[in-house]
């Protein structure tokens, strides 16, 4: 019904490739087949998600001064907001590789202390 009417407009209704989300869907073995309109929606919603993680990464981070978007802006959203708290893993801070391993090294002597 919609997807004619938006494709006529001037704006593109999508700016994510379709296929490629198709093919992420059909990663899951859950997923025997793909519906062509919940294909459409399933994109359109992670496009409008990355579009929100993005500017409230730039409106909360250091962007407005430098009007561009860094790492560090998405990792600060994903690790102090709580709605991309389930981000944290696939966006951690940055640290120095000798920081991770003065703490994995206290994490050692930790456990040692421990037996």
């Given at each position: 019904?919609?997807?004619?009417?938006?494709?006529?407009?001037?704006?593109?209704?999508?700016?994510?490739?379709?296929?490629?989300?198709?093919?992420?869907?059909?990663?899951?073995?859950?997923?025997?087949?793909?519906?062509?309109?919940?294909?459409?929606?399933?994109?359109?919603?992670?496009?409008?998600?990355?579009?929100?993680?993005?500017?409230?990464?730039?409106?909360?981070?250091?962007?407005?001064?430098?009007?561009?978007?860094?790492?560090?802006?998405?990792?600060?959203?994903?690790?102090?907001?709580?709605?991309?708290?389930?981000?944290?893993d696939i966006l951690p801070k940055k640290i120095l590789a000798q920081d991770y391993l003065?703490?994995?090294?206290?994490?050692?002597?930790?456990?040692?202390?421990?037996?």
């Amino acid at each position: 019904c919609c997807k004619d009417d938006q494709a006529s407009g001037s704006k593109k209704p999508i700016s994510l490739p379709i296929s490629r989300v198709r093919l992420i869907m059909k990663s899951s073995p859950d997923v025997s087949s793909i519906n062509q309109d919940a294909l459409f929606l399933t994109t359109k919603a992670t496009e409008l998600f990355v579009q929100h993680l993005a500017l409230s990464s730039f409106n909360n981070g250091s962007g407005k001064e430098t009007n561009s978007l860094s790492y560090s802006d998405l990792a600060n959203t994903a690790q102090e907001t709580e709605t991309f708290h389930f981000l944290t893993d696939i966006l951690p801070k940055k640290i120095l590789a000798q920081d991770y391993l003065n703490s994995l090294e206290q994490m050692q002597e930790e456990e040692g202390a421990d037996y």
